[in-house]
Each structure stands twice: as C-alpha cells, then as structure tokens.
C-alpha cells in the first residue's frame, strides 16, 4: 500500500487522476508499475510527509489502483471506494483500514442529469475562468460530477474542511447536493470577479482616455501657441518660466501648486489676479546662483578714484574688503555700515563698488521702515500682500548676487507690528541668509551671495545687535577745498553732460566756486552743492539756446542771478566778546555747526530759565553747569541768590540736545558772574562733569569744520578726543589752534576768566 497524502483537495472514488511519475516515485521509494494499490489520506493541514502524523488525517480516505504509466512523466491512478483509516503510518506506507459504504438514494440518471446541468452552466463562463481557451474541451471530457468537482478542487471557493466533508458524506444525493452547491458557488464568484474586473478595466479606460485627451488638448494648445507667440497662455508662460527659473526644489513646488489653484480658478476667478502676482514675482528672481567672476584689484581702485574725490580712509576700508572677497572667492564679506552726514558719498559710492565688481546695483531705502512687514513681506492671505523689499530690491536688481545698499538703517522704527531691525538682522546674517524666507513668498531664497552694504546719519538709534555685525566706516564731512575739487572735478561736469552743455561753454571761476561753497551751501556733504551747480547749469543752458552768448563765465557778480538765491545767513564769530556769551561746537545730522550760549541775570529769586528748545539732557548739563559754577565762586552766591538766571541758545525754532556742551555754558556762567568776556574768536566743546572734569564727545571733526567756517581760530577739546584729531584734515588744523583740556578750569584760565 502505498500512502498518497492531499491537502485541500477533493478525491472521490470512481475517478481518474493524474500524477507526476517523481512524485510517485518519491512515495513509494520505487518504480510504479501497473497494479499498485494506492491510500489517499487527506490531511486537515499542509505538512511534510515525514512530519505526518494520525492527529493530522482526516479519518475517511480512499483507495485506488495505479492503472496507466506513459512513457512520459505521468502515471494514472483510478479511484476505488471510500475508506474509514484505523492505523496510518505515512513514512513506512502502513496503513490499516476498513471500506465504507456508500448510501445509494439516487438514480445513476438522476447524478447524471445534476452533472450536465453544472457542466452547462460552467460552459457558459468557461471563457472566463482562468484556465482559458482549453477550458471547453477540458470541460466537455469530464465523465462524471464527481470528475468534475475533484479536477476542479483548487477552483472551489470552499475550504479544505468542507472539501473534506464531501467525501466523508454517506448519502449519494447529499453528496451530489454538496458538489452542486460548490461548483454553482464557484460560477458565481467567477461570474462577479468578471464584472468586477470588467468594470475595473472600463474605469481605467476612463482614466487612460482622460490622459490621452488632455495631451492631445495640450498639443494643440502648443501649435496655437506656436501660431500666435504673442498670446501664449498665462499658464504656459509660467509653466515655462517656473522650469527655466531654475528655482529650488521647494520654490518649484510651490510655485505649482500655486499654478495648479490658477488652472482651477480660471482668468474670471477672483484670485487670479493674486496668483497671476505670486508667479510673475518668484519667476522673475533670478534664482541660479552666479559664478565667481575674477576681481581685477587695479581695476576696482582705479574706478573708486575716479568716481569719488577723496575719502581716502574709505576707500581704503573698501579695497581691503574686495581683497578679501577675491582671495576667499567669495561673493559677500563683512557687512559695511557707511556712517556720515547726508551727501558725503555713502550711497554713490556703493554704486562705483558694484561697478568694481562688475556686478548689479541695487539700493533699498529703508528710512521710515516700520512694519516687519515691509522688510519681510505680508503673508498671502492678507489683502494687498506684496513681497518684502528685500526680495523686492533682488527682483529689481535681476541677479542673486547684487551689490545691495541699504539706505538709512538709522531711520527704522518699530511699531506693534513686529520690529523690523529683528528681521533685518536675519538678512544680513550669513549664517541664517542662505534660507531667508519672505512670508509673501513662503519659500527660501539665498541671500548669501548678496553683498550688503548699510547707510546711516548716524549710528546711535542702531539697535546695538544690528550695529555689532556691522562694520562702521566714517564718511567725515568734507572741507571746504575738498569740495571745490568735487564741485569742479565731479558735480559741475555731472550736471552740465545732464543738461546737454558742452564743456567749453561755461566757464565757473574757482573764486566764484568758493564763494558757493561758503555762501550758498551750509552743510559737510555736498548734497545742496550739487543742487546749486544744477541751476547753475540749466540757467546757463536758457542763456545758451537763448542765444545771448556763446560761452558763459560765471564769476561772483554773476552768481546770484545764476543761483536764483540769496546767500545763507551763517552764524559766523561774533565782532566782540560780550560776558555771559561764549560760542559753543554742535554737531548736527547736517554736519556741524557752531551755536550761542546766551546768559543773563534778571532781578528775581534765584530761579533758573531755560529756553531755545533744549533737550533734557542738556537741561540737566545746564543744571550741572549752575552748581559748578556756584562752588567754584562762593563769594558770588549772592548773584544767583538776588537774581534769576536765564539761559537761552538762539535759533529756538531747532531743537537741540546732547552733553557736550556742558564747558561752553560752565564759561558762559562763569563768564557772566565775573564779567569778564570771552574772546568771539574762541569756541569749546565737552562734556562737564559736577567736579569740573572735561569729557569726550563726539562728531570732533564736523565740529572743527563748522569753526574753520564760522571764522574761529582758537577751539577747547576734550583731552581725550585728541587721538581723533588724526582724522582730521591738515587744512582744518592749519587755521586752528586746538587746545586739549582735561579740567574746566583750564578753559577758564585760558580765556582769562580765572
Ligand atoms: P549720501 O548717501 O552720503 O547722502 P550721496 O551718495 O547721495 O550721499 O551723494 C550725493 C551726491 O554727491 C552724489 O551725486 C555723489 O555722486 C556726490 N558725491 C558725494 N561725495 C563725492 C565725492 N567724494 N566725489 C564725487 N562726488 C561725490
């Protein structure tokens, strides 16, 4: 006996099946020969035959006898009769067992009959199931219900168990009944299947025709376009541009996502407009970075010399900056904070540096900046919402690496909106900048290789974290024959190649440049200069077209009527001293100038008058004054005590704050309790402290100019304010005697108060 274990199959007795000769030979350990009887055992699980045991045998099983081997690899086993197993040991092919009858209730015609109903029914879907084309003649040799269910065991949708009970089953006609149940279930789910896989396939070909119109809706789009380049679509020019702008991964999604909204919302849609913005901005940044390009160190300085007269130190400053970027090859270096009154150069030579560079130039004024907002955009959902100016200046400049100016960043405020200072300090951090994100934008964009440079009056409303990561470089006002080179060399051929006057038809003498210089300009910059030498040229041009001359020459008579203006009142150096009044250093955005300290007694009580639109801290240096001066002259404690004291500083209208004045109203005071008057021709700046020492102040050079002008000759400074005298220009040494203080009453004896 040779045992034939099955898992999940269906045998029954009274059929014929096939086997692999291997497979038998396997079993039985020898050659099959006809005539070998054969035990099917079904099993309740899949097993390895060795690991067989009885708990894994179904208790029915069946015989056969192997009744066909062909000269291939098969061999035929017909089945016998249903068996109940006693004893089964699968590895030795021992089995005991006893036949089982079957419970015949049903005619031979009658199973027949089932047989043919099944089989046609199964016909009609044969092409459906997957043993395909063959199936019909497959179908149509099976003999009995019984071949047919047992051919078709690993079709059935039924488990192995109530595969199992169908051979278990006595009765024929319950047995037939099981089968039929099966094998109509089985048609069924087939029959389902193929609708489901039909339906299936129909919705992908949906899907499929979708795409395939769309791109063919696309083609024609293309050779519309291609007819008509000039109304290609919104969507197509961005479609392109988005590809070409050679943004970040994070940028393209973005961007669209914000194209694929546009497509959806359709050119009447009421965000299309904001979406059309979105695009049009982030693609027209340039956002590849640009490469290096080689700095000509010659060249660069050459260039800076010939745009801007002096300003030695800077341009020093600024070479040694370019030098660093070429040997580090890098686009960016330290942040530059040019710090100098107005018109001293700082925004124009930004622009020679760009040029030295040979890269774009860009200026962003950020005076009166105070919402974050404007520095890093609005988000999107506000209404209006518009990129930053940063991003907006990189836009106008077309690279990503220009030379960018920043305007003003003494003049930020700071409002309940957010402080814009915070956000200008992420744009100019080279280790945050590389991924500066708009809000308008909402993606990043790389500002490290732009290269930054800040502009300011001053640099005392600078939030100290802005001001640490800059590099202050002073723009000193200039002197009066610097800007006489300017004025000749620069602002006067400027204006006239503006205004289309070819050079040898006006003619300014430097007598009459000079006098513009003091007379018609007040300031260390060369700004109102400037101006001055514009009506200078377009009165000059009238006269030309005019025909009233050939050339021009314009000498001090004729600069009243070319400058349509009359000179500025200075404050120049009083005619005569007078005690109570001593000339004081001011320093102003304008630069500097010199100013009146005015002291008078009144009959009164001791009261003390403060007037000129004075500051408090200057009110607090009067003070201080008073009471120095009240120690240093006890016997004259009488005159305050018996009378009023009024301070007043002249131009009321201005306002006018600061410490350093503190020595020019000691002596003022100290001046009018003694009556002895000051020299007009002398002029002092400092700090006063309560024991009389002098303190350092600032804005040294403005100051001296503003005395050279005024017509001074002798200044008091602070002693520790001399190291700044180095940068001080000889000219304005030479027509000064400086004198370095250290106590107040050094000034006091200097003048002869004391
Ligand atoms: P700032 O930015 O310091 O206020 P600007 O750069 O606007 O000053 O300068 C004002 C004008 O004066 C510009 O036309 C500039 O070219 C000119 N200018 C300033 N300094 C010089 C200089 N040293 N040489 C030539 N032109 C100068």
């Not at 299309?272 to 693609?283: A, K, P, R």
Request: aromatic fraction near 6%.
């Amino acid at each position: 006996m040779i045992i034939v274990p099955a898992y999940d199959l269906v045998v029954l007795p009274g059929i014929h099946l096939y086997f692999k000769k291997a497979y038998y030979r396997e079993l039985a350990q020898k050659e099959p020969e006809i005539g070998d009887n054969i035990v099917f055992i079904l099993l309740k699980q899949h097993k390895e035959r060795r690991e067989i045991t009885e708990e894994d045998i179904f208790p029915v099983g069946v015989t056969g006898i192997v009744d066909e081997i062909d000269g291939e690899d098969n061999i035929g086993i017909r089945t016998i009769s249903r068996i109940t197993l006693n004893q089964v040991d699968v590895v030795e092919n021992r089995v005991q067992f006893v036949e089982r009858a079957d419970i015949e209730d049903i005619s031979e015609q009658e199973i027949d009959k089932h047989f043919k109903d099944v089989r046609n029914a199964i016909l009609k879907f044969s092409n459906q199931f997957q043993w395909g084309i063959i199936a019909r003649q497959y179908i149509l040799n099976w003999k009995s219900i019984f071949e047919m269910i047992s051919s078709l065991s690993t079709q059935l949708n039924i488990t192995s168990e109530e595969k199992y009970k169908i051979l278990e089953e006595d009765m024929i006609s319950q047995r037939v009944a099981m089968i039929e149940k099966a094998l109509y279930e089985m048609i069924e789910v087939t029959k389902i299947n193929g609708e489901a896989e039909k339906a299936l396939t129909e919705s992908h070909q949906m899907v499929y025709r979708e795409e395939a119109l769309k791109r063919q809706i696309e083609f024609l789009q293309k050779q519309l376009d291609d007819m008509h380049p000039e109304s290609v679509s919104d969507i197509r020019k961005f479609e392109q541009k988005i590809q070409s702008s050679g943004m970040n991964a994070i940028a393209k999604k973005e961007a669209e996502k914000v194209l694929n909204r546009m497509k959806q919302e359709g050119q009447n849609g009421h965000e299309y407009g904001i979406l059309y913005d979105y695009l049009d901005f982030t693609t027209s940044l340039s956002w590849e970075k640009a490469p290096f390009a080689r700095i000509n160190l010659k060249r660069a300085e050459k260039i800076l010399d010939e745009e801007h007269y002096g300003l030695k130190k800077p341009k020093q400053r600024i070479i040694q900056q370019i030098a660093v970027m070429a040997l580090n090859k890098k686009q960016s270096g330290s942040i530059l904070l040019f710090v100098g009154a107005p018109g001293t150069g700082k925004t124009s030579i930004g622009q020679s540096i760009a040029k030295a560079l040979q890269r774009p130039y860009v200026r962003v004024s950020l005076g009166g900046v105070k919402d974050e907002a404007e520095i890093r955009g609005h988000r999107r959902t506000y209404v209006g919402a518009m990129p930053g100016r940063i991003m907006e200046g990189i836009k106008r400049s077309g690279a990503s690496n220009p030379v960018m100016v920043l305007d003003e960043v003494d003049k930020l405020g700071k409002d309940y909106s957010g402080d814009p200072s915070s956000a200008l300090l992420e744009v100019l951090d080279p280790e945050q900048n590389s991924t500066f994100t708009d809000h308008y934008m909402n993606v990043p964009y790389d500002l490290s290789d732009v290269l930054f440079i800040c502009t300011a009056n001053s640099t005392d409303t600078i939030p100290e974290p802005l001001l640490n990561r800059m590099e202050v470089i002073a723009f000193q006002g200039y002197t009066a024959s610097e800007k006489l080179q300017i004025a000749k060399k620069h602002l006067l051929p400027k204006a006239m190649h503006s205004m289309g006057i070819i050079p040898g038809n006006l003619k300014v003498s430097d007598v009459a440049l000079r006098k513009i210089i003091s007379d018609y300009t007040m300031e260390s910059g060369v700004r109102g200069l400037k101006k001055r030498m514009d009506t200078l040229c377009r009165n000059a041009a009238v006269k030309l077209v005019k025909g009233e001359k050939e050339t021009i020459t314009v000498g001090i008579k004729q600069l009243k009527e070319m400058l349509d203006q009359k000179p500025i009142r200075h404050d120049n150096a009083l005619k005569e001293g007078i005690p109570g009044i001593v000339t004081g250093l001011a320093w102003t955005q304008a630069g500097g100038d010199i100013l009146f300290l005015e002291t008078m007694l009144t009959k009164g009580k001791g009261n003390i008058m403060i007037t000129g639109q004075l500051g408090d801290v200057m009110k607090e240096s009067a003070q201080v004054a008073v009471s120095l001066v009240k120690s240093m002259y006890p016997d004259k404690a009488d005159i305050f005590a018996q009378n009023d004291l009024h301070i007043h500083v002249p131009a009321g209208a201005v306002p006018k704050d600061g410490p350093s004045a503190g020595v020019t109203l000691t002596t003022a005071l100290a001046s009018l309790v003694t009556g002895k008057a000051v020299s007009p021709k002398v002029a002092m700046t400092g700090e006063v402290s309560l024991r009389g020492g002098v303190m350092p102040i600032g804005g040294l050079t403005e100051k001296l100019m503003a005395a050279v002008r005024a017509g001074i000759t002798t200044v008091f400074i602070p002693r520790d304010n001399v190291e700044d005298l180095e940068d001080v220009a000889e000219e304005v040494k030479r027509k000064l005697e400086i004198i370095p203080v250290t106590m107040v009453t050094e000034v006091l004896q200097e003048t002869g108060i004391q």
